[in-house]
């Protein structure tokens, strides 16, 4: 699974990345590198381009020019059979969770198997069960429908969709948007275990700075489709640029940076 | 980490019986151990003091494979064999225990089973019960907001009500027309072969008109309007029940059905006999054209025979039955759009379940008037 890598070897390298929807500039020459084994976040305010970032880098859309490399593999371009290998090694977890309504929560979690792999009914069955199992849904959510989930619930089975087939990068977009204060940290706590159980790299995009305090190890900061600042948090909040640090010292900045050093 | 360093060098899971000791080797991922459950299940296990399970030639490990192998495990302890687990790297160790915590227990406990054939059928029925109590209930809640509509006309919404008759009737015209002008050349086609074998050429005109009136025109556009209204009534108000609409105008204090299923009553009571009106002349221009080029009967001589073979109350009675069906499609459509529960596929089954109803309750309600036309001789 992990053994193979060399430490700090980049599993997503995104270089001078130009997009453009008409007039519009979404990204205007981003440039970031996502090493093995981190948890990457991509902060920025709404609109700046981060999910479009995203988007590109799972190939649903396109960038006008530039360069992205997942797992030292040239993305750009490609057409979904070239891509399935890729896809098979990543799991994205939606900002709405996009789970399956017709399917129930098991069956949601199964179907990436059933899909991609020769393993029985039965067994597949039994791997959904334990997926859900460590995403901390209550076993009871197994035979349910999205439609009867709670928003927190219906993000832990789009979490353990994710999951299904082990991948080695996992892709969040806005995992605590609309989550209570309470689901929303214990969404940390299982995006950190998950992470050193199964050896994954994560890469998040969120706004949520709460978030990017606990569990991001490396945070880059999106400004108007540029990049404004890369490093931990820490670094970040010493930064000079000024739309960096209205951002991070802000009335909610501040709350979040007080409450990231009170647990130390 | 490269996509091919990672496939290459691994190799399928497996697993080598020696004496009492279960040598596993191979990458244990999800990919690599398609078969190996089945040879796990199929194994005859040693039964001595303890069966051990090396893992030390375990080359790679994930959540799948971890969970075959405390599979295997669990199967063996149940049977009251001791076992045991070495040599393990540690993070595949700290997995494995994660595996076997109790939730993992207790989701695999949660298994589905498919009800028996009898608590099946009971069900469906059960459900079906319940949808027609909720249909009448609904019938009910509309009646009540009718009445307080006609008490104080004020409430009355026009706007929509305009704006219904058009959509649904206005715009409905061009589909309506040619549908039912087929129809007239159909019928009238059909029946000049064996009108001519008797030479009874003339009474074309009597076919088609009866047929057409009586009939045709009013079934014909009540299934086009409820193909083309009644499937819009049920997807707008379901995907306004979705995304919290209906509940955002509670709360402004506008009663739901007031605005949603009254304006779509009424606007679809005066546009269906309409449409009928035009159906019956599209449909009857059918036959008349069809009867001048297949049977020699021109056009005067049609209209003549027209006015012998119709009463008035054959036109009345296929202009009669359009507001019934014109009831049934909207009341049928907005009930299917109140029921849509949840997701955006429950906006599909319900727009899809609305048409089929609104189509068999239109042919049943017509069934009936027959009978009854029938019986008190009209």
Redesign the interface.
């Known amino acids: 699974?992990?053994?193979?890598?060399?430490p700090s070897?980049a599993?997503i390298e995104v270089h001078d990345l130009h997009t453009r929807f008409g007039a519009a500039i979404v990204h205007d020459g981003v440039s970031l590198e996502v090493k093995?084994g981190e948890i990457f976040a991509l902060a920025g305010a709404s609109g700046c381009g981060k999910s479009t970032l995203l988007r590109e880098i799972i190939l649903l859309q396109r960038p006008q020019s530039g360069s992205i490399r997942v797992?030292?593999?040239e993305v750009v371009g490609l057409d979904d059979e070239e891509a399935l290998?890729?896809r098979?090694?990543w799991g994205v977890m939606f900002e709405r969770g996009a789970l399956f309504?017709?399917l129930?929560v098991s069956e949601n979690v199964g179907l990436p198997?059933r899909e991609?792999?020769?393993?029985?009914d039965r067994?597949i069955?039994?791997?959904a069960?334990?997926?859900?199992?460590?995403t901390?849904?209550p076993?009871?959510a197994?035979?349910k429908?999205?439609?009867?989930l709670s928003g927190g619930m219906r993000k832990r089975a789009a979490l353990a969709r994710a999951?299904a087939?082990?991948p080695?990068l996992l892709f969040l977009d806005e995992p605590t948007a609309g989550l209570d204060p309470l689901s929303a940290s214990g969404f940390d706590e299982l995006v950190r275990r998950l992470k050193e159980?199964?050896?994954l790299t994560i890469f998040l995009v969120t706004h949520d700075l709460d978030l990017l305090w606990r569990v991001a190890d490396r945070v880059a900061f999106m400004v108007e489709g540029r990049i404004a600042g890369v490093g931990t948090m820490h670094e970040l909040s010493k930064s000079e640029q000024p739309l960096v640090r209205e951002y991070f010292y802000g009335p909610r900045g501040r709350g979040a940076w007080e409450q990231s050093w009170k647990r130390k | 980490?490269?996509?091919r360093?990672?496939s290459a060098?691994e190799v399928d899971a497996d697993f080598e019986l020696a004496h009492d000791t279960v040598r596993c080797i191979g990458s244990w991922?999800?990919?690599r151990?398609?078969?190996l459950?089945?040879r796990l299940d199929h194994t005859t296990w040693p039964r001595g003091a303890e069966v051990v399970f090396d893992g030390s030639a375990v080359?790679?490990?994930?959540?799948?494979g971890a969970?075959?192998l405390r599979?295997a495990l669990r199967t063996l302890e149940r049977s009251g064999q001791r076992v045991a687990l070495r040599g393990l790297r540690a993070?595949y160790e700290?997995?494995f225990a994660?595996?076997g915590?109790p939730?993992?227990e207790?989701?695999?406990?949660?298994?589905?089973s498919t009800p028996p054939l009898l608590e099946r059928v009971g069900a469906f029925a059960w459900h079906g019960g319940q949808q027609g109590m909720k249909m009448l209930s609904f019938v009910g809640e509309v009646a009540i907001a009718a009445a307080r509509c006609a008490a104080r006309p004020t409430r009355i919404r026009w706007r929509p009500i305009l704006y219904n008759v058009r959509t649904a009737g206005f715009d409905a015209l061009p589909i309506t027309g040619l549908l039912c002008f087929l129809m007239g050349i159909v019928i009238a086609y059909q029946g000049a072969t064996q009108l001519q074998r008797y030479g009874a050429n003339i009474f074309v005109a009597d076919l088609v008109g009866l047929a057409m009136l009586r009939e045709l025109s009013p079934l014909l556009t009540a299934i086009i309007v409820a193909g083309r209204s009644g499937s819009a009534y049920a997807a707008q108000i379901g995907t306004m029940k979705v995304t919290e609409e209906i509940d955002a105008l509670r709360t402004v204090g506008i009663v739901p059905i007031e605005l949603l299923v009254l304006p779509k009553i009424v606007a679809l009571a005066i546009a269906l006999p309409l449409l009928t009106v035009y159906a019956d002349v599209l449909g009857v221009s059918g036959g008349m054209l069809m009867a001048r080029t297949e049977l020699a009967v021109n056009h005067t001589v049609f209209l003549d025979r027209l006015q012998h073979a119709l009463r008035l109350s054959d036109y009345l009675v296929g202009i009669g039955k359009a507001p019934v069906f014109a009831g049934i499609i909207a009341v049928v459509g907005c009930f299917q759009g109140f029921q849509v529960?949840?997701?955006?596929?429950?906006v599909g089954r319900r727009t899809t379940v609305s048409v089929v109803q609104s189509i068999f309750l239109v042919i049943v309600a017509d069934a009936l008037f027959s009978v009854v036309f029938n019986y008190l001789g009209i």
Do not use: C, Q
Not at chain 1, 145 to 148: K, N
Not at chain 2, 107 to 112: D, G, H, P, W
């Open positions: 699974m992990v053994e193979l890598a060399k070897a599993v093995e797992f030292g593999r290998p890729l098979r090694n309504g017709s129930t198997l991609h792999t020769r393993l029985r067994i069955d039994e791997i069960a334990v997926k859900v199992a460590l901390g849904l076993a009871s197994g035979p429908y999205p439609a009867e999951i087939l082990d080695r159980l199964l050896g | 980490m490269s996509l360093s990672l060098s991922t999800v990919g151990i398609a078969g459950e089945r080359t790679a490990m994930d959540t799948a969970w075959l599979r993070e700290a997995l994660m595996i915590s939730d993992v207790v989701a695999l406990a949660t298994t589905v529960a949840g997701d955006a596929e429950s």
